[in-house]
Each structure stands twice: as C-alpha cells, then as structure tokens.
C-alpha cells in the first residue's frame, strides 16, 4: 500500500487578519517585508481582477501528477487557499472545470499552482480565484506521490501551511505566519502613507521629499 504523506491541516488565520488584508494589495506586502515573499511573475491570475486571500493549505505535486491535488480539494474548506507545488511543469495541466467547480462549491478561497491549467474559458467565468503558470489542454496523471501539508516552494517562495495567502493582479505573495500581525500593521500603515502621496500629488507636489537627497551623489 502506498503511504499517504500529510501533515496537520493548519489552524486558519483569524477572520480580523483576512479582512484587514483584503484593504490592502500584493504590493504593499512585498514593499514592508523588504521587497521580498512574491511568487515569480509567470504565476498569474486566469481572469484579470481576481483577488484571493486565505490561509494557506500547501500541496506537493509529481510533476504532471495531481492526485494529490484532489485530494486536497475534497479535504478543504472555506478559509483555505490551495498552495500547490507543480515543479512549474507546464507540459500537463493541474486542474480544470471539473476540480475548480468542486473547489468552489465546497468553499475554498482559492487555488494557486506552480504550474499550467486548462479550461481557461470556464475558469475565467468561475467566481474562483486561480492563479497559475499558464494553460496547456493535456490532462494529468493521477498516480502520485505527494504530500498533504507540508513546506513547499511555489514559484521561487517557501510557503508553510497556515502562511497568509494574498494574491491580485500583481501576483502571489505569501506572509510567513509568524509575523503575520506585524507585517499587516507595516502594510496598513504604508498604504496609508500612500494615500497621503497620491493627495499630495493631485495638490501638484510632485517630486518625492526623498528623491534630492539619493540623487545628490550623481550631481543631479
């Protein structure tokens, strides 16, 4: 008998956590965290202005294999984003109509794969957010192994289960859950800095208050 790999599911991330993150963007996240914890830029969403935010439930893939992948699915829930390592293996697809349907029925927030789709045309319609490497028609193998709940790498990034998912056109960002609450106050307060350089902006003060001093040394 094959030996089934999973770790714990993670306990989900509070719903004051999740709603506070759905104020701010991809990019807030990477700016305080020291430009860092974005996914490669092939990873994307199927349909321009999908957004996804959730806990983390991670997912290690055999390339072109996604057995584990359903299973992953049939044991989610609301609250969970599916992380899944793919190995960026493009030449099979993942998923389709068929498991996004069963993943959004049964509630998850989302689905993102290193790693190529298909059905791209019904993906799009869902009111699922997937984010993945591309689209390719040929199905998958369904043999295994893989591994449930476990650290993974996605699109160049560690992701543990139970890490803050935050995805938009911009791409994936994934926030350790260890510094979860400081990062999102870091991110609150930039976007509101933000907001203020924007007003600042349209009154006409366009050059930033930083830019005189960093080009001092190149004479200009």
Known sequence: MKKFHSGDQPQLLSEDIISRARRLSASLFCDVMGRTGAMDHSIKPVASGMKVFGTA?????????NLFLHKAINIGQKGYVLVADGKGHTANAYLGELMAE???TLGLEGIVVDGAARDKETLC????????????PNGPHKDGPGRLNTSIACGGVSVQPGDLVVGDDDGVVIVPRNIVEEVLALAEKKGEEEEKRKQAIRRGEIEPIWLKAAMEPYGL
Do not use: S, W, Y
């Open 125 to 136: 319609e869902l009111n699922l957010p997937i984010f993945c490497k591309g689209f390719n």
């Open 102 to 104: 069963a993943a959004q």
């Open 57 to 65: 439930m991670t997912v290690d893939l055999r390339p072109g294999d």
